[in-house]
């Protein structure tokens, strides 16, 4: 595990991120290291998107 994605998680528990969502961010973040405008910008944030679009389905993010 490298610092970045220690670092996310710690983020994660602080701010009372469930830990399945945390983990599929760091995910993410290890599959597409490079964003700049010739890496894989576009398709991480449709991967985002997806995300977070299940994590409301699922209610692991709720609003007020």
Request: proline fraction near 3%; hydrophobic fraction near 40%.
């Amino acid at each position: 595990m490298n610092e970045y994605t220690e670092l996310l998680l710690s983020l994660a528990k602080e701010h009372h991120i469930p830990d399945e969502l945390a983990e599929s961010l760091s995910e993410l973040m290890q599959k597409y290291p490079d964003l700049s405008q010739w890496g894989s910008h576009a398709e991480l944030k449709r991967k985002l998107e997806m995300l977070t679009e299940s994590a409301f389905k699922d209610k692991l993010i709720i609003t007020e």
